[in-house]
């Protein structure tokens, strides 16, 4: 067991974790405006803007924790390239969660068609929104090493 690498591995998980719960905070500001955090919350039977809240942080980090561990050697602390993969993974997130997988937890059937994604363009705007402020917040922590 190399411990110094398992350290690493850990570290950008937990920068990517709190990299993406930032994220979700000002991505939340937003939802909180559009009153669509008590939609959220319907993926867990409920119509509280707290549950949506928090629910949609834990998806936040989660996603974060993700993104550290899969684009930390790609982004080798340079700010821009972890912004640029910070909005690509944002548009990802976009099409994986609001296209694909939140119309299936609402047991809905994914629409794939022009209309529903000219649709969901709000949300691909709170998506990039997401993105940068992920890829900003995980530079500057990385650069801290």
Excluded: C
Excluded at 65 to 94: E, H, M, R, T
Excluded at 128 to 135: C, M, Q, R, S
């Amino acid at each position: 067991m190399n411990y110094n690498n398992d350290k690493f591995e850990i570290n950008k998980v937990v920068k990517g974790g709190v990299s993406g719960f930032i994220a979700g905070l000002f991505y939340a500001v937003i939802l909180s405006i559009t009153d669509f955090l008590s939609v959220i919350a319907g993926l867990l039977e409920s119509d509280s803007s707290l549950v949506g809240l928090i629910l949609h942080l834990i998806i936040s980090t989660a996603i974060g924790s993700l993104f550290g561990y899969l684009l930390d050697s790609q982004i080798n602390k340079n700010i821009v390239k972890s912004i640029i993969f910070g909005v690509a993974y944002g548009i990802i997130w976009w099409f994986l969660g609001s296209i694909i997988l939140f119309p299936i937890f609402m047991g809905l059937s994914p629409e794939l068609n022009m209309a529903s994604i000219s649709a969901s363009f709000p949300s691909l705007v709170r998506h990039l929104l997401y993105g940068f402020v992920l890829g900003v917040i995980y530079s500057m922590l990385r650069n801290k090493d």
